[in-house]
């Protein structure tokens, strides 16, 4: 394989299974349909986190959260752990980030070359309530996901608007240039995330009463979990929705903003193919997490049902097979080998040691023998989750809470947990054996609250940073900061 430019494509808040090309037949998403009918798509991808901070913070370190911390949302990357743009800018290749990156500050040294146009937590500090891990506060601002759906334009859609504008700009200069190495372009977008506001010609595409339900959305189908319940109860964004039109309207926004999304992207790959680029570049599309879209009675990410910890994960360019599916499970972790591998740079000694597996060997078929997994550590919850594959069977470890099985071959859409059916006891078993040969989930869990009443009593304590407030979602460069 010789070396290849890599344009990494991020959206923020992709549930997966909007996708034509994962089978929606409501979706339209036609430049991402491409991606995937000239490439390989990887059906079982995951995040190794469910939110934001902890999400791109494994994207960037290829490592698991309880290897590097960066646990919650008031815990931002800051450019200590050692990055695939640190590795290969320091390597002599240029690697630029335009949008979202959701770290501490753009005064720390984050390893790429240049930064446009970059989002970071909001104060340097991000989401300090979500240090709350026990009696859990009310999220104030979880009025905004159903009072803002509907059509419109957003700061959220402006920005996308302006990182498209960017990336095709940097695009035509790139072509324009010699360049001594392969580059790297990281174009990060904040939509499908809500505000869920979208342009009125792609709200159109989508008529709320045509839109399907969502699924186990009744109050007496909704899981009785107590994890479930600590999240729905903290993060209450349904208690905002106040009839079914509303509920309807808000899943037709988010499919209209995967579509706006969409056009987005196609914008920036059209740029690629005019810029003569195409040949000499690979391509990847990820999201950082999903989003629950209403099932269960749940909005947002932070649980680990397929909607929030799945993610798509699409990989396409001349040094990858045309046309596959690949079902083998992979994470954001694998993303830091793939980047290596692209741009010609092998791993050194600790690199080799991480999880994550250059995705070009999983598309030509290559099956590890590995166990991938996604953690969460964050707002909403009081203990930690722990999520890993085997083979048919999804598995969830909670500390302290029972834990959940689904058999995703018999059961998709995980309507049945046999976290504690005794005909199951021996999978969990092997499962649960699986997982500790990972980390030790106690460990992690009381590692993690230790981190996080220390950040909190720093920043004043329980009182301070709940009445600090909560924003719902993250302002974009130059909105102000509203904490209401």
């Known amino acids: 394989m010789q070396p290849k430019n890599m344009l990494v494509l991020m959206s923020d808040e992709h549930n997966a299974n909007i996708l034509g090309c994962h089978g929606n037949e409501i979706a339209k998403t036609p430049h ?64 630029v980030s335009i949008g979202k990156l959701h770290f501490r500050s ?65 695009l035509k200069q790139a072509a324009a240039k ?47 979990h107590p994890y479930v319940h600590d999240y729905a109860g903290s993060c209450n964004y349904d208690d905002h929705f106040t009839d079914d039109e509303n509920v309807r309207v808000a899943v037709s926004s988010y499919y209209a903003l995967c579509s706006f999304l969409d056009d987005n992207i196609g914008k920036v790959l059209a740029a690629l193919d ?23 009675g749940m909005w947002g990410k932070s649980t680990m049902y397929e909607e929030a910890a799945a993610v798509p994960m699409i990989l396409a360019g001349p040094d990858v097979p045309v046309g596959v599916v690949r079902d083998t499970p992979v994470t954001h972790v694998d993303c830091f080998p793939t980047f290596m591998a692209c741009a010609g740079e092998p791993l ?36 930690g989750a722990f999520m890993i594959r085997e083979g048919q069977y999804k598995y969830v470890y909670y500390v302290g809470y029972p834990p959940q099985l ?23 078993a092997v499962c649960e054996a699986k997982l500790r040969a990972i980390c030790d989930p106690e460990d992690v869990d009381a590692r993690c609250k230790a981190r996080q009443e220390a950040q909190m009593m720093r920043h004043g304590g329980r009182d301070a940073v709940i009445e600090r407030g909560d924003l719902g979602y993250s302002p974009p460069p130059g909105v102000p900061v509203d904490f209401r």
Not at 50 to 66: K, L, M, S
Not at 191 to 218: I, R, V
Not at 275 to 296: F, P
């Open 274 to 296: 005019a810029a003569g680029l195409a040949d000499d570049t690979n391509v990847m599309y990820t999201s950082d997490h999903g989003d629950n879209l209403g099932s269960r």
């Open 406 to 428: 689904f058999d995703l071959a018999a059961d998709p859409e995980e309507l049945v947990d046999l976290g504690e059916n005794p005909a199951h006891a021996e999978i969990r």
């Open 178 to 224: 010699a360049h001594n190495k392969p580059w790297t372009l990281f174009v990060s977008w904040v939509c499908p995330h809500f505000p869920l506001t979208a342009p009125q010609e792609f709200y159109d595409l989508y008529p709320p009463n045509s839109m399907p339900w969502p699924k186990l959305y009744g109050k007496d189908e909704r899981p009785t």
């Open 106 to 170: 753009n005064d720390d040294d984050n390893g790429f070359s240049e930064s446009k146009l970059a989002m970071h937590v909001v104060e340097g500090l991000g989401d300090l309530m979500g240090l709350v891990r026990n009696d859990l506060p009310v999220r104030g601002g979880a009025y905004k996901i159903a009072r803002s759906a509907g059509p419109g334009e957003s700061e959220y859609t402006a920005y996308d608007r302006d990182i498209t504008a960017a990336a095709v700009d940097w």
């Open 348 to 383: 050194n000694d600790a690199e080799k040691a991480y999880p994550g597996q250059s995705l070009f060997a999983l598309t030509e078929g290559a099956e590890p023998d590995r166990t991938v997994l996604s953690e969460y550590h964050a707002m909403g919850s009081t203990t």
């Open 32 to 95: 991402l349909d491409a991606l995937a009918a000239r490439g390989t798509r990887f059906t079982n991808a995951y995040c190794n986190s469910p939110i934001c901070i902890p999400a791109r913070a494994t994207f960037a370190t290829g490592q698991y959260i309880n290897q590097i911390g960066y646990w919650d949302n008031a815990d931002p990357y800051e450019g200590t752990v050692p990055s695939w743009h640190h590795r290969l800018r320091d390597t002599g290749h240029e690697v």
